[in-house]
C-alpha cells in the first residue's frame, strides 16, 4: 500500500503536477484548491467539474488532514487558543480579532532551538520541525473551527509569530507561504503574512519574490552586549549583519518597510539611552518599530517595565517620526498574550505565552 500524499504540503505548481502525472488538466490544480481552501470543503466528492475517476483518485492518493484538537479556550475579548497535536508533541495557535481583522498567529516548530533568554518557549528547547501540512492545517482548521462556532471575524492575516523560528524550518515555511498566498488558495495579501525572525540572515536572504511577505526582525537591543545575552543568536549573526540583511531585503523585494520587534524589558532595553541608541542604529524610518512590553512567566529573571517608563520609550522614537506601536497584551486569561507557547502538560514545565 503506497502512502497518500498531504493536499497541505503541495503547492499549486506542485498539483499540476500531480495531475499532469494522471493525464488530467493541470488547470483542475485551481479548482480543487478553491474547493477546499476557499471554500472548505474537506472532501472531494461534490467536486463535479472534475471526472469521478479523477475525483476517486485524488481521494484515495491525497489526504485532507485537519489537525486534530487537544485542547482549545477562548478568552472574553474574543482571542482563541488552540493547542492542536502534531507530530512529535503539541504546538499553539491563536486567533485574535480586532476591528474587523482577524490575525492568526501560527506556529512553525514544536519547542525552538534558539534559546532567547525571556521567551517561554525557549524552555522546551527543539523538538521537531513542522511539516508544510502542518502550518496549513492550522489555517484550514482554525477557520473551519471558527466558522463552527459563528465566528464572525474572517482570518485575514497570518503571523509566523507562535511557537519556534520560522526561518529555521524554511522549506516547509515557504510552501506554507505560497499556498497562503495563492489566489485560489487562501489568498491572503502577500504583505498580511508576516515571518518573525530572531535574526537567521541566511533565511532573510532566501525571502525573495513571491516569498517577499512582510517582515518581523526582534531585535531587543540595539547593543550587541546586550542583544547577545537575550538572544543568543546574536553571536552568530550581531546586529550590523542583520541590519545589512534587512536593507537587502527592502532594496530587493516590493516590501516597503520592515517591523522591529521590541520587547521592552525593565533594567535591561528600557532605559532613554536604550531608545537612543536604536534611533541612531535605525537612523531610517523605512523601519516600523513595535514595542512588546514582556510577559512574565514563573521562574522567568525578567520584569515588565513600569507603563510609565513604556511611555517614555515610545515617546522618545516617536519624536523621531518612528511609526510605534504597543502590543497590548490580548488572551492573557488563557496565556495567550504575547509570550506563553508550550504546548501540553507534559511538554509544559512553564506557563506559555503565545505572542499576539
Ligand atoms: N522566533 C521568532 C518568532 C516567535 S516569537 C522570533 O523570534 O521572532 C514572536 C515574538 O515574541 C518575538 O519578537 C519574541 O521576541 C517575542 N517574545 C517571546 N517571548 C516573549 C515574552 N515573554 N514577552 C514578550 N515578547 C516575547
Known amino acids: 500500500m503506497h502512502s497518500k ?8 505548481n506542485q498539483l499540476e503536477g500531480y495531475l499532469q502525472m494522471r493525464d488530467a488538466s493541470p488547470r483542475h490544480a485551481n479548482t ?16 463535479t467539474t472534475l471526472s ?7 481521494t484515495n492518493s491525497v489526504s485532507i488532514t485537519s489537525l486534530p484538537v487537544y485542547a482549545s479556550e477562548r478568552d472574553n475579548d474574543g482571542v482563541v487558543k488552540w493547542q492542536f497535536t502534531v507530530q512529535g508533541g503539541v504546538i499553539e495557535t491563536v486567533f485574535i480579532p480586532s476591528r474587523g481583522r482577524g490575525t492568526l498567529c501560527i506556529s512553525s516548530q514544536v519547542g525552538c532551538a534558539l534559546n532567547c533568554a525571556f521567551c ?15 502550518i496549513i492545517g492550522q ?5 473551519q473551527l471558527l466558522k463552527e462556532a459563528g465566528n464572525p471575524t474572517p482570518i485575514t492575516n497570518v503571523v509566523f509569530m507562535g511557537m ?3 526561518l529555521l524550518n524554511f522549506g516547509a515555511v515557504a510552501t506554507a507561504i505560497r499556498i497562503l498566498i495563492h489566489p485560489f488558495a487562501f489568498a491572503i495579501p502577500r504583505r498580511r503574512v508576516t515571518v518573525s525572525t530572531a535574526g537567521v540572515v541566511p533565511g532573510i536572504h532566501l525571502l525573495r519574490p513571491p516569498l ?3 517582515l518581523m526582525l526582534s531585535l531587543h537591543s540595539a547593543r550587541d552586549a546586550v542583544r547577545n545575552t537575550l538572544v543568543p543568536l546574536n553571536k552568530k549573526y550581531p546586529i550590523a549583519t542583520l541590519l545589512d540583511a534587512c536593507q537587502r531585503y527592502l532594496k530587493e523585494n516590493s516590501t516597503r518597510w520592515i517591523t522591529i520587534a521590541y520587547t521592552l524589558i525593565e533594567g535591561i532595553n528600557d532605559s ?3 531608545a537612543r541608541q536604536l534611533l541612531t542604529l535605525l537612523n531610517t524610518t523605512t523601519f516600523k518599530i513595535n514595542l512588546i512590553p514582556l510577559n512574565t512567566f514563573s521562574g522567568s529573571p525578567f520584569r515588565t517595565p513600569s507603563t510609565l517608563r513604556i511611555d517614555r520609550f515610545r515617546t522618545e522614537l516617536c519624536r523621531a517620526g518612528y511609526r510605534v506601536t504597543v502590543r497590548t497584551p490580548r488572551g492573557n486569561s488563557i496565556d495567550a498574550a504575547c509570550g506563553q507557547l508550550i504546548g501540553t502538560n507534559t511538554q509544559r514545565n512553564k506557563h506559555i505565552i503565545a505572542c499576539t
Open 52 to 58: 469521478p475517476q479523477l475525483r476517486n483518485e485524488l
Open 120 to 134: 517561554a518557549t525557549a524552555t522546551l528547547g527543539w523538538r521537531h520541525n513542522l511539516s508544510a501540512a502542518e
Open 5 to 12: 500524499i498531504d493536499l497541505f504540503s503541495l503547492t499549486s
Open 212 to 214: 517577499d511577505v512582510s
Open 32 to 47: 480543487i484548491m478553491d474547493w477546499i481552501y476557499r471554500r472548505g470543503h474537506h472532501d472531494y466528492q461534490g467536486l
Open 272 to 274: 532613554i539611552e536604550e
Open 139 to 143: 489555517v484550514w482548521t482554525a477557520r
Open 164 to 166: 519556534g523560528e520560522p
